[in-house]
């Protein structure tokens, strides 16, 4: 069984705090990882995306990853309460689109 | 403006009724993806389709079934033999199914009640 796991939440940080989002993976061979928002009630939308072991940066946005222990991380510096939202992890165990595997998302609640 | 526009939003439907969630897109997008999104779960993959004409199964397409006649669109018929098809339901596309970039373009979700 494929799987990808999420903590459900809710995560609630600070204002101007750092959030940290985990997610795990089972299948070894997966080789790429994205991490979507969705605000409540709306659609998921993409705001990073990782293939390569180590972090990729985009703004105050941080992705991780480390394929031996399987999983991948979102790291939001400079919480805003306008991060508030689910964070929602999809892997790839496959080479298409159609193979992606997704966690149940983790809610992020940022107080002023 | 470019997307994916999804109708209706909300519906509700009687036990044993088929009903059909329309989903189409003006993004020039090769694939479409049909998705259900239930609490506590991650989107699951009902159906998809890389070309016009072309569709293939997902996860969980029992009691579900789809059209693909033109590019641009991409229905979703939930039949009465889908026993638990209370759900939110996301129509997707992306350029081409085999791009591997996992950037897919979502519609706003349809949220489907049964009474």
């Known amino acids: 069984q494929k799987e990808v796991e999420q903590n459900s939440g809710p995560l609630s940080v600070p204002e101007g705090a750092i959030a940290s989002l985990n997610c795990t993976y089972s299948?070894?061979?997966?080789?790429?990882f994205f991490w979507y928002r969705q605000y409540s009630g709306k659609s998921p939308e993409l705001i990073m995306f990782?293939?390569s072991n180590g972090d990729k940066e985009d703004g105050r946005f941080t992705a991780q990853l480390n394929k031996a222990s399987q999983y991948v991380s979102l790291l939001i510096r400079d919480s805003q309460p306008s991060d508030s939202a689910t964070y929602l992890c999809a892997v790839n165990m496959g080479d298409s689109n159609y193979q992606l595997i997704w966690g149940a998302g983790t809610k992020l609640i940022i107080k002023p | 403006d470019g997307g994916i526009t999804q109708s209706p939003k909300y519906l509700f439907r009687k036990e044993g009724q088929n009903v059909t969630l329309s989903c189409e897109q003006n993004l020039n997008h090769d694939a479409m993806y049909w998705y259900r999104q239930d609490p506590g779960q991650g989107l699951r993959l009902i159906y998809y389709?890389?070309?016009?004409?072309?569709?293939q199964k997902g996860d969980i397409a029992e009691g579900y079934s789809v059209s693909r006649e033109k590019k641009e669109s991409f229905p979703l018929t939930v039949t009465s033999a889908q026993k638990n098809p209370t759900a939110f339901y996301l129509c997707a596309s992306s350029i081409q199914e085999t791009a591997n970039t996992g950037e897919l373009f979502f519609g706003e979700g349809s949220r489907l009640t049964v009474l």
């Open positions: 389709s890389q070309i016009v004409n072309d569709f």
């Open positions: 990782i293939y």
């Open positions: 299948d070894r061979g997966s080789q790429s």
